[in-house]
């Protein structure tokens, strides 16, 4: 059973930046693309950033693209969501997700990951 374990969230003023960490266990997640997603009050929860499962690709939403950065170390079963810039419409729930197929696409779609962390808040002050 895959764990995944979302730290680095908080509060920040419009304009801030944060780090966010989400560490795997249970089993080695090196050959799975990842990603992160996020949720505010009230609305579905969206795509943010995937990463393949050597780095070499990523993906946007283009809400974040050219603001964040997603990352990924193999030797620590460990991704990254590195934010700049915040703004206020970035409040939500960020959540890490373990892609379904090995040597897979770094998919925005929900349905083609399998685990998820229980979550992190980042909350953006105007």
């Not at 995937?50 to 620590?76: L, P």
């Not at 991704?79 to 998919?107: F, H």
């Amino acid at each position: 059973q895959v764990q995944l374990v979302e730290i680095g969230g908080g509060l920040v003023q419009a304009g801030g930046s944060l780090r966010l960490s989400c560490a795997a266990s249970g089993r080695t997640v090196n050959n799975y693309p990842m990603g992160w997603f996020r949720q505010a009050p009230g609305k579905e929860r969206e795509f943010a950033a995937a990463v393949s499962w050597n780095g070499g690709r990523t993906a946007y939403a283009d809400s974040v693209k050219g603001r964040f950065t997603i990352s990924r170390d193999n030797a620590k079963n460990t991704i990254y969501l590195q934010m700049n810039t915040l703004k206020p419409e970035d409040t939500a729930v960020y959540y890490c997700a373990l892609g379904r197929y090995t040597y897979g696409l770094e998919s925005s779609r929900p349905g083609e990951y399998d685990y998820w962390g229980q979550g992190t808040q980042v909350t953006v002050s105007s």
